[in-house]
């Protein structure tokens, strides 16, 4: 009998471990913004480490106009491709723990768009095909920046 309390007790702990690791796994680390917007909180390199992500985003957008504006698909295709998957793959894994799970499949999806873009470019797809793709892109970007913000601790 008290052998059974304590298996189901190991067995209720155990669910208890598992929930909290699902629920951190789902929300991230984080905590009620001072905007209406859920408030991501890293380290203070962490948030610099994104944020300098970000500028890069900001970078590649400019160079995709840059070139379409030009007609120089190459100049398209190196500015999408510096966002790329490629890009993401060696953020540290404490860092994406505390990342929200919504955060971090939208963010990779931009970083597959601009693949995308820099695929699109290199076959010479029409101007007007690409500038379609770069908008329903920054679609993401502003949905992304209306829900979160990033705190350092
Ligand atoms: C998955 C969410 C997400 C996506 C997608 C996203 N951002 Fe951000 N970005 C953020 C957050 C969060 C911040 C910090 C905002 C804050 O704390 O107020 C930020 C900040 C920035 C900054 C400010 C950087 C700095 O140094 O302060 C720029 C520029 C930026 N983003 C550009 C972009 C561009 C361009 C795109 C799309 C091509 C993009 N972002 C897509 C979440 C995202």
Redesign the pocket.
């Known amino acids: 009998m008290k052998s059974n309390k304590i298996a189901i007790f190991a067995i209720l702990l155990w669910v208890v471990t598992v929930a909290v690791f699902i629920t951190f796994f789902i929300r991230g680390n984080t905590v009620s913004g001072t905007d209406n917007r859920t408030a991501?909180v890293l380290k203070a390199g962490e948030r610099e480490l994104?944020?300098?992500e970000?500028?890069g985003?900001?970078a590649?957008?400019q160079g995709i106009v840059e070139g379409l504006n030009q007609n120089d698909m190459k100049r398209v295709a190196q500015a999408a491709q510096a966002?790329g998957m490629a890009s993401a793959a060696d953020v540290n894994p404490a860092l994406m723990a505390k990342l929200p799970l919504s955060?971090k499949s939208?963010?990779m999806s931009?970083h597959h768009d601009m693949d995308d873009i820099a695929k699109a470019a290199a076959e010479g797809k029409p101007t007007a095909e690409l500038q379609k793709q770069l908008g329903n892109?920054?679609a993401?970007?502003v949905a992304?920046?209306s829900a979160?913000?990033?705190?350092a601790e």
């Open positions: 991501i994104v944020l300098n970000m500028r985003l900001l590649t957008t966002s955060f939208l963010g931009v892109t920054l993401k970007c992304c920046h979160w913000q990033i705190k």
